[in-house]
């Protein structure tokens, strides 16, 4: 069917402004078209010569389903596309668990077919045709999938996202696998739990917790996780390996509550992948600790540093359990330091302690006063009397440094024991954000002491995400001014404004921190090593009165080399769920040590066009660049 071409009379008289502007068009001037699914597309305007709106409806239907396969094979299913409209040219469709799509909208479902953002977020994007069937890769059994369907007309047009909910049925499991589970060394505050699979189990998922567990409800629905057997399979992997277990294991479980049922929750993996149902049968109850007479706690505080305290607390005999924490001196008064141990319910954060803590309180302030605090009680749940010890944080010594002198030279390589000692594309070590966790949180190389950065740490040195326009936007011109911004450097927060200019050719100027004493210059730019991408940062110290605007560093005669600090960062790309590596050259990929729920976590990346501090799946394997701890 021929297209019909409507001009209309509105676009008419606009394309009647437009075309002399056209002619008078300067270097800089630019259009920016901005879709419903957040993405940006800027054009120059003296590359524009009309432009026109298609009128005509076309057919871009799609009528696909998914059933089980025939033959029952477990995990396997059978997709149809079927017929497909008469303007359908090319057809894309990705798989997700529903829980994954059940709170996306149409424009957020669309993002999800970019390749720049698939490949962020660890989704794969198949292709289809219309009229043919498809075996779907494995699936887990019993699991809920939603595929997304995208359809394209002749002219790469994308359509409207057509959705297939589906569930993949139980099936059967591969062999006979089982576990047996045997408790021993019972105590008030733990136990030993020894994990024996038979001969059919390829690997397993375990996680000990209260049988009775508010919390964990709220924490899954706060995270989006369907139901507990998604939530042991997400978080129940060795620690070591951030894998499933495998062999018989032996774990001894400590801190725990007097008196309480625990559940050991298993999920079993069998020959072929597939999950076998939640175990939750092994269950055991600690036995009751302390006694009647008063209970109390005594603290010690030793190791006092500048933003650092080791404090000891340790409960006398007739403790069942104890709480504690700590607070600035002056901001509680001791009833009300009381009411929040005694009556606070129990969190990660504010736990019931049953044996001595020694805890390194870590990010305080310098110079400042702080009252350690415990609570304790007896067997029959009666509180003692409040233990406290005050102690002061040392005063600063050292002169501040601009952030980028706690960044890295290089990256860290794929052991995790050392850096590498080039900016080549292929040379750095790929870790999951787990991984990255395991091996590079805290390390020591070559006598320095390293760490991985925190998502505040990171936004020192790049902006956090901003749509739409990131404040390091390489190929547009901007001028972003007195932008307030709040960082981690060196263990301190730092509030400042900041200001951004570009001229889209490559390059962007800042002047960061005005308003505290590491006010510097910044220049953000994309060269070439050896053909691939490297991002070069340079940063210059600068004197307070502040006497330059951002256009005074935007030249290149500013920049002398004369207490310059450099840092370049390789486009590594990064490895996906398949093991493959994508964006390689192009792009670079940076975890931070701060996740972003279950399956996200924070990092720092960069393309052709832009850099900012962003999130990506937390399975997707990238680069890790350590930064210097402030000693």
């Not at 059978?78 to 994954?100: F, P």
Request: aromatic share 10%.
């Amino acid at each position: 069917m021929k297209r019909s071409l409507l001009l209309l009379t509105l676009l008419v008289g606009f394309l009647g402004l437009f075309r002399p502007a056209v002619a008078q068009a300067q270097n800089g001037e630019r259009m920016l078209l901005y879709t419903k699914s957040g993405k940006v597309i800027p054009y120059r305007v003296q590359h524009l010569d009309s432009i026109k709106f298609l009128t005509d409806n076309i057919d871009l239907a799609l009528h696909p389903q998914i059933a089980p396969r025939p033959d029952g094979a477990t995990g396997a299913m059978k997709m149809n596309v079927g017929a497909v409209g008469q303007n359908v040219r090319r057809i894309s469709y990705v798989l997700l668990e529903t829980h994954q799509t059940a709170k996306m909208d149409e424009y957020q479902s669309l993002r999800l077919f970019d390749p720049e953002e698939a490949a962020r977020t660890g989704v794969q994007i198949f292709e289809a045709e219309g009229n043919m069937q498809y075996d779907l890769p494995s699936m887990q059994r019993g699991y809920s999938y939603t595929a997304l369907f995208l359809p394209y007309d002749e002219l790469g047009c994308p359509g409207d996202v057509t959705r297939v909910r589906f569930t993949v049925p139980l099936g059967s499991l591969k062999g006979a696998p089982s576990i047996q589970v045997d408790f021993s060394e019972v105590q008030g505050n733990g136990f030993k739990a020894k994990m024996t699979p038979n001969g059919d189990v390829k690997g397993y998922f375990f996680l000990c917790e209260e049988t009775n567990n508010p919390a964990r409800n709220q924490k899954m629905q706060e995270l989006g996780i369907p139901d507990l057997k998604h939530y042991i399979v997400q978080f129940g992997v060795d620690p070591e390996t951030g894998k499933p277990y495998e062999g018989v294991k032996e774990k001894t479980f400590s801190e725990l509550k007097k008196n309480v049922e625990y559940t050991l929750y298993v999920v079993l993996i069998d020959a072929e992948g597939q999950y076998s149902d939640l175990y939750d049968t092994f269950k055991v109850i600690t036995k009751p600790k302390g006694t009647s007479e008063t209970a109390s706690c005594t603290i010690e505080v030793t190791e006092i540093t500048e933003q650092t305290a080791t404090i000891i607390t340790t409960p006398n005999v007739n403790t069942s359990a104890f709480r504690r924490s700590i607070f600035k001196k002056g901001t509680k008064t001791e009833e009300e330091m009381l009411t929040y141990l005694r009556d606070t319910p129990e969190t990660a954060q504010l736990p019931f302690y049953t044996e001595p803590q020694t805890q390194v309180w870590e990010g305080l302030d310098p110079a400042t006063t702080y009252v350690a605090v415990a609570l304790a009680r007896n067997a029959d749940d009666k509180w003692g009397p409040l233990a406290r010890k005050e102690f002061t944080t040392k005063a600063p010594q050292v002169e501040p440094q601009i952030p980028l002198a706690y960044v890295a030279e290089y990256n860290l390589n794929q052991d995790g024991d050392h850096l590498v000692s080039t900016q080549a594309s292929d040379v750095s070590g790929f870790f999951s954000y787990e991984e990255a966790k395991t091996k590079a949180l805290k390390t020591t190389i070559d006598g320095v002491n390293y760490h991985l950065p925190s998502q505040a740490e990171w936004m020192s040195i790049i902006p956090l995400d901003k749509i739409p326009i990131d404040y390091i936007n390489f190929a547009v011109a901007y001028d972003q001014t007195d932008i307030s911004e709040t960082v981690s450097v060196a263990g301190k927060e730092v509030t400042s404004t900041n200001d951004y200019h570009a001229a889209g050719d490559g390059i962007v100027y800042a002047l960061r921190y005005k308003g505290t004493e590491l006010v510097s210059a910044w220049r953000y730019e994309l060269i070439s090593n050896d053909g691939d991408r490297l991002l070069k940062i340079t940063a210059r110290p600068l004197e307070t009165p502040l006497a330059l605007t951002v256009e005074d560093i935007a030249k290149a005669s500013f920049w002398t080399g004369e207490k310059e600090i450099v840092r370049q960062f390789p486009a590594s790309g990064m490895v996906t769920s398949s093991g493959s590596v994508v964006q390689k050259g192009s792009d670079g990929y940076f975890w931070s040590a701060t996740d972003n729920g279950p399956f996200y976590a924070w990092g720092m990346f960069f393309t052709d066009s832009s850099s900012d501090v962003g999130r990506y799946m937390s399975r997707l394997k990238c680069s890790v660049r350590l930064f210097i701890n402030a000693e």
